[in-house]
């Protein structure tokens, strides 16, 4: 979405997550609309799925999972999700209907990205996607501030941002 790739980060070893996935949703006021790579379990290989959050403008409270589908397009699941400011990133938990996910989010212009496992979030990391560059802004579950990455094709030339947040991807 927007041109914008996102990761999720654990420590190595994976101690702690036996399933990751990532959502990115598009923002557009309460709704966010995104697509969803379900938990992946070491090597297993999955399709992209569907989710939709209808709630509060501003990426704070809580918000209504109105769409969910699994990569074949069935009903995956239903309930809410609680997306909390955590310093300049986002503390996501899922709620279907009891605590199922925990996540941690980063927010580029119209764009959220968040990683969730089970029972510990993982790091993100959502990427701009240039030319011939990447500009990325990540955070951690337990810290309230962002990292900054950026890798690029060599001998080409960096976005003028390249070292601060990117202002949007698109």
């Not at 989710?51 to 699994?70: C, D, F, M, V």
């Not at 995956?76 to 609680?82: C, H, L």
């Not at 709620?95 to 199922?100: E, K, M, V």
Request: hydrophobic fraction near 35%; charge should be neutral; glycine fraction near 12%.
């Amino acid at each position: 979405i927007d041109r914008v790739l996102g990761a999720a980060l654990v420590p190595y070893p994976r101690q702690g997550y036996p399933a990751l996935g990532l959502v990115i949703y598009q923002i557009d006021g309460g709704s966010l609309k995104g697509f969803r790579l379900p938990e992946i379990v070491l090597d297993q290989e999955r399709n992209v799925g569907r989710e939709e959050l209808a709630g509060p403008p501003g990426l704070e409270g809580r918000y209504q999972i109105t769409l969910s589908e699994n990569p074949f397009g069935a009903p995956y699941y239903a309930g809410y999700v609680e997306i909390e400011p955590h310093g300049d990133a986002y503390r996501v938990r899922w709620y279907t209907p009891r605590l199922a996910y925990v996540g941690t989010g980063v927010r580029l212009g119209s764009t959220f990205v968040v990683a969730y496992s089970f029972n510990q979030a993982p790091g993100v990391v959502a990427y701009c996607i240039g030319p011939d560059w990447l500009v990325g802004v990540g955070a951690n579950f337990d810290r309230e501030t962002l990292s900054y990455q950026t890798m690029h094709r060599a001998g080409s030339p960096l976005p003028p941002w390249s070292t601060a947040r990117p202002p949007t991807c698109s």
